[in-house]
């Protein structure tokens, strides 16, 4: 049971990481390496909640707030120029996330840190015991995954982002300010990532490289999902699942390279990766 609960709350934690960069690609069709920085910036933004003595639930709504504020700053100076030059604009976020990480250690030192839970304890489960905490992460992407796919399907705003994601020229013909989607985009984008940030501190712990790893595992996961919240969701649960039977019954270092290995495999075989053909 607990290594069953243990792929289930890793799908959850990876959905959650993972989705901001889902919703940046799928409108912009660039990749944002400085998705690593914002999740970084959830995690101090977190433990800065902590330091203050805040709620610790506060964090979450803190953390998204900055991250968006960032998003836009950053959309607006440095990659909307880019727009036209995808591959320039990837090399810029790639830079982008290292200057988050070198400014991050400047204001808050190298030392690894540590936040407050707004959960903590154990419930029993089937005999034994498991962390509360990551159960409740699984609703938290639950209800993440609905609230994004319900904007996306259910209301003008989903509508005009698709239309953006279909056929941007086209959309741009019947009026609809791409620009401004694009903005609204990474600036949800951004603030999805410290959210996530701030979620997964209390698992672990914060330090200025925090989101480097999670960044890799995220972009495989995005690249094997397409533009899907339900191929991504399929991706973290198969690929996440693997890297825990790994991990669990094998080489947890082998087990952290399992996301990425399964992935380049499935792009091989199945270049369209979990999406529907």
Same mark, same amino acid.
């Given at each position: ?42 995690? &101090? ?21 900055? /991250? ?14 880019? &727009? ?48 509360? &905490? ?16 319900? !904007? ?34 990474? #600036?949800? /984008? !951004? /603030?999805?990532?410290?959210? !996530? ?37 399929? !991706? ?11 991990? #669990? ?29």
């Amino acid at each position: 049971m607990a290594t069953l609960l243990d792929i289930v709350t890793t799908a959850a934690i990876l959905f959650a990481v993972s989705a901001g960069l889902l919703i940046v690609f799928g409108v912009m069709k660039i990749i944002n390496f400085a998705h690593g920085g914002f999740l970084t910036v959830g995690g &101090y933004s977190a433990l800065a909640v902590t330091k203050l003595g805040w709620n610790p639930w506060f964090s979450l709504a803190f953390a998204f707030v900055i /991250g968006g504020v960032c998003g836009m700053i950053i959309e607006r100076l440095v990659v909307r120029p880019l &727009y036209s030059r995808p591959l320039d604009a990837i090399l810029a976020t790639w830079g982008l996330g290292i200057i988050i990480g070198q400014g991050i250690t400047l204001a808050f030192g190298r030392e690894v840190q540590f936040v407050q839970s707004p959960v903590s304890g154990a419930v029993d489960i089937a005999g034994g015991s498991y962390s509360e &905490y990551r159960l409740l992460l699984v609703g938290i992407a639950i209800v993440l995954a609905i609230v994004l796919g319900l !904007a996306l399907n259910a209301t003008r705003l989903g509508l005009v982002t698709r239309a953006v994601i279909m056929n941007e020229n086209l959309a741009k013909g019947l009026g609809i300010n791409s620009g401004l989607v694009r903005f609204g985009t990474f #600036s949800l /984008g !951004a /603030g999805l990532a410290s959210l !996530a940030g701030a979620l997964i501190t209390p698992l672990s712990s914060v330090d200025p490289n925090m989101g480097v790893p999670w960044l890799v595992n995220a972009f495989m996961l995005v690249m094997v999902s397409g533009v899907s919240l339900v191929s991504l969701g399929v !991706a973290c649960l198969v690929l996440g699942g693997a890297q825990v039977l790994v991990s #669990s019954w094998g080489n947890p270092i082998l087990g952290g390279l399992t996301i990425v290995v399964l992935a380049a495999l499935v792009l091989r075989f199945r270049p369209q990766g979990f999406a529907r053909d």
